[in-house]
C-alpha cells in the first residue's frame, strides 16, 4: 500500500482502530498542529500527516504496549516497564511504516518521540508536540498549559520547555521521577532558548 497522501486519508486508515475518544483527541490535535504550521510558516501537508498519525496506537492496554514491544523487538527501558503508555510513541511509528502508511522519515521521529520530545527535534517536530500537549480538553483539565498555549505563538521551542518546566514541576510535587529523555530535551531547550534562539 502507498504512504497515505495527506492527513485525510490517513484518518481514514486509521478509524477501525481507533476509540471514539480517540479519534476526537485526534482531530483537536491536528487542528491546533494547523494554526502552528501557519504561524511557524511549515508544510502544512506534513505536520498535519504527523498530527493524525501521533496516537495510532495511544488505545492499547499496558499488556498489549508490552507485549508489541517484544513482538517489534523494541527494548523497553526500566522506566518504560512501569509505564508501559510511554511506549505507544516509538511503537505508533514503527506500526505506521510497517503497514506501509507513512515513510516520511522526519514525520515518524516526530511520532516516535511525541511524549518526551527529544533534543535534536526539528519544528515540524515541536509543532505536534506541543499541539499534542495543549488540544482544548487538555487546557481545560490543567489550566496552567495556558502558559504553553500563550508561547507557541512565539516559539514552539519555548512553548515545548514551558510544557516539560510544568511537568517537571508536578512530578516532582508527586514524588514521581520525569523521564530521562524528557530531562534531557528539557535541559537541551533550555540552554539553546537562553541562547536566544
Ligand atoms: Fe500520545
Ligand atoms: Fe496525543
Same mark, same amino acid.
Given at each position: 500500500m502507498p504512504p497515505a497522501e495527506d492527513r485525510d486519508a490517513l484518518r481514514v486508515l486509521m478509524a477501525?482502530?481507533?476509540p471514539s475518544g480517540l479519534v476526537e483527541h485526534i482531530d483537536r490535535v491536528v487542528s491546533v498542529a494547523e494554526v502552528l504550521a501557519r504561524i511557524h510558516g511549515l508544510d502544512e501537508r506534513r505536520v498535519l500527516l504527523a498530527a493524525q498519525g501521533h496516537d495510532l496506537l495511544r488505545g492499547l492496554s499496558k499488556p498489549d504496549?508490552?507485549?508489541a514491544a517484544a513482538t517489534r523487538s523494541l527494548e523497553v527501558t526500566e522506566f518504560e516497564r512501569n509505564e508501559p503508555v510511554l511506549l505507544h510513541g516509538p511503537l505508533g511509528?514503527?506500526?505506521l511504516e510497517a503497514r506501509g502508511w507513512m515513510d516520511d522519515p522526519e514525520l515518524l521521529e516526530a511520532i516516535r518521540w511525541h511524549t518526551t520530545g527529544r533534543p535534536d527535534y526539528t519544528p515540524i517536530a515541536w509543532a505536534l508536540f506541543v499541539a499534542d500537549k495543549v488540544e482544548p480538553a487538555k487546557l481545560e483539565r490543567w489550566p496552567a498549559l495556558e502558559a504553553v498555549a500563550e508561547e507557541m505563538e512565539h516559539s514552539l521551542e519555548r512553548a515545548a520547555?514551558?510544557? *516539560?518546566?510544568? *511537568?517537571?514541576d508536578r512530578l516532582a510535587g508527586e514524588g514521581k521521577p520525569s523521564h530521562p529523555l524528557a530531562e534531557r530535551t528539557r535541559a537541551a531547550l533550555r540552554e539553546r532558548t537562553a541562547a536566544g534562539r
Open positions: 477501525p482502530d481507533l504496549l508490552l507485549a511509528a514503527i506500526e520547555l514551558r510544557y *516539560l518546566d510544568l *511537568l517537571h
